[in-house]
């Protein structure tokens, strides 16, 4: 199956398991060569030389999928680790399992706060809206709030709606939050350093998904 994926672009791990098996086996095959011609302490020397590449390797899938503060993936090409990286920007479509900071931790906590009441609509998956929500009714028919992510792939900004306020990142403006009624004052900002802490403390409660069909 290796052989055969044409553009794998960010699934590459239908590529790294056969891979890991054809260098496992070969490496095999080079011990026992080694061990039956008593060259141990080549093979010794041959795995202290491994363990350099392994550690590169380490930093480098840590940075790709575990460190979220510096967002590799969407932050190319100013994110390389090194200058001559060969590394490419890939179409947003193509992009699964990268690390993000969109601030969705503002948008549970302004729940919990009851800040935010009332069905909403987002332009993301049913499925992390939900986790961070705790679960608030999801309604794209009637929402009172639209949830933008602003990083998405063109993100649908409704006509008939008020600007409530932005989740910032940083100095990033990640999520807009609409109101279908029209607010009095400026639009807010949420600050993820200041509501984040609050959301790591609460426990996580066993909520049900709701359905995003609804009517009122």
Known sequence: MLFFIAQPRTHVYVMAIPAALLIGFAITRVQHWLIHRNLRWLRTTMALGGIAPLLLAT?????????????????????????????????????????????????????????????????????????????????????????????????????DAYLFGTVRVGEHNRIAIYSREQVSGPPRVFALEQYAPQFDAQPVIDFRQMDSACSR
């Open 59 to 159: 930093l480098y899938l840590h940075t790709l999928f575990i460190r979220q503060d510096i967002e590799y993936q969407r932050g190319l090409p100013a994110t390389r680790l090194v200058t001559n990286d060969s590394s490419k920007v890939i179409d947003d479509d193509a992009r699964f399992g990268f690390p993000s900071r969109d601030g969705w931790k503002v948008i549970g906590e302004l729940y919990r706060s009851g800040i935010l009441d009332g069905p909403f609509a987002a332009n993301l998956s049913t499925e992390v809206a939900a986790w961070y929500t705790r679960g608030e009714l999801r309604c794209n028919a009637t929402p009172e709030y639209y949830l933008v992510a602003l990083e998405a792939r063109q993100p649908y900004i409704p006509s």
